[in-house]
């Protein structure tokens, strides 16, 4: 959206996520370092999660782990430039890393306002 406003000349929109590639685009610049982020609370390909990739490091959280309490770890951090095929979660070992990334990827989802998946209660009921 931002790269379209700036086409137009027109007043960017605020609170949209996003920055402008036009200045990418015309001088082939290398855009500014950035986290990039995702978020999937349903189940589509997958169980709910949300990631964020910061340089060569990316952060998955799955969502059942972290808000069911389930004793399973809710992160896993992958070095990408060592281990394209996310193999080997450093989660446990680089822990600083992995609360910093948590911290990003909680404030970014505040930020835009996205909906945590919410647990069912009465999936857990006994008949």
Not at 82 to 91: G, Q, R, T, W
């Amino acid at each position: 959206m931002p790269t379209f406003c700036d086409l137009l000349n027109v007043d960017k929109i605020p609170d949209v996520d996003g920055i402008s590639l036009l200045s990418h685009l015309k001088t082939r610049v290398p855009l500014p370092e950035r986290n990039l982020f995702w978020h999937y609370p349903h189940y589509h390909n997958g169980p709910p999660c949300g990631a964020v990739r910061s340089g060569r490091w990316k952060l998955i959280e799955w969502y059942e782990n972290s808000l069911l309490e389930t004793g399973k770890p809710a992160f896993e951090l992958y070095d990408l430039e060592n281990d394209i095929s996310e193999s080997v979660s450093l989660a446990d070992s680089l822990k600083t890393l992995t609360m910093k990334l948590a911290g990003d990827l909680q404030r970014w989802r505040e930020a835009v306002y996205a909906q945590m998946p919410v647990p069912n209660a009465k999936y857990f009921e006994k008949e």
